[in-house]
């Protein structure tokens, strides 16, 4: 199941989108995964579109100085910087953070068609695998200030996040393996291995750091 937010957080000043784009790509929460037993092996963040050397996509600094470049060209004032969504799962989806990379990638080009540059960063810190989305405000192609009606924006959000979770469940399902590596990061090797099913997967991941701790 998957879960849309549209935050409504002003981010009104420079500093605002300075420290937006810092807790998104924080480094701390896309490039370990603390919840499970899972290894990430690159960093789960990038910006669209790829205007800058892929080395800077995922550098704070570097997509602040990008969008920034985008405000300065527009000549009217500006109100508001850049516009927060979160896009996430529940924690018993079968889901990694690696595996929603091609999500946040398809989301953030659709913002960025409509000139909108979009920074993202899949963050692997809680159970549920969950995708923020930094959005500038001001149009790059147009100068025009962020204009997405609300109710269509959460639509497309979230016929977008459906079509590739139906996509997704259709590889697990034909992919015995991989569904069983998925498993095992998350519930541990003993579910996939005797078959024992948890109350819920929070639950069994829990018990699963706490015997990790006591060893």
Not at 162 to 185: C, G, T, V
């Amino acid at each position: 199941m998957c879960y849309i937010e549209l935050k409504n957080d002003k981010y009104e000043t420079l500093e605002d989108l300075k420290h937006l784009l810092q807790y998104i790509l924080k480094l701390d929460k896309t490039a370990e995964d603390s919840q499970r037993a899972n290894t990430i092996t690159n960093t789960l963040a990038g910006c669209q579109p790829a205007m800058i050397p892929n080395e800077y996509l995922c550098d704070p600094s570097a997509v602040y100085h990008l969008m920034l470049f985008a405000v300065r060209r527009r000549q009217k004032g500006t109100t508001q910087f850049a516009k927060h969504r979160i896009v996430s799962f529940a924690a018993t989806d079968c889901i990694l953070p690696q595996d929603v990379v091609s999500l946040a990638e398809r989301i953030a080009s659709i913002y960025a068609r409509n000139g909108f540059i979009t920074a993202y960063g899949i963050h692997a810190d809680r159970f549920n695998v969950h995708i923020h989305f930094a959005v500038c405000a001001v149009s790059f192609q147009t100068q025009n200030m962020f204009h997405i009606q609300w109710e269509a924006e959460r639509k497309m959000l979230v016929s977008v996040t459906n079509q590739w979770k139906s996509e997704f469940d259709e590889m697990l399902q034909n992919n015995i393996q991989m569904r069983q590596s998925r498993e095992a990061a998350l519930y541990g090797d003993d579910i996939v291995r005797y078959g024992s099913v948890p109350i819920t997967a929070k639950g069994q991941m829990v018990q699963n750091r706490r015997a990790k701790i006591g060893k």
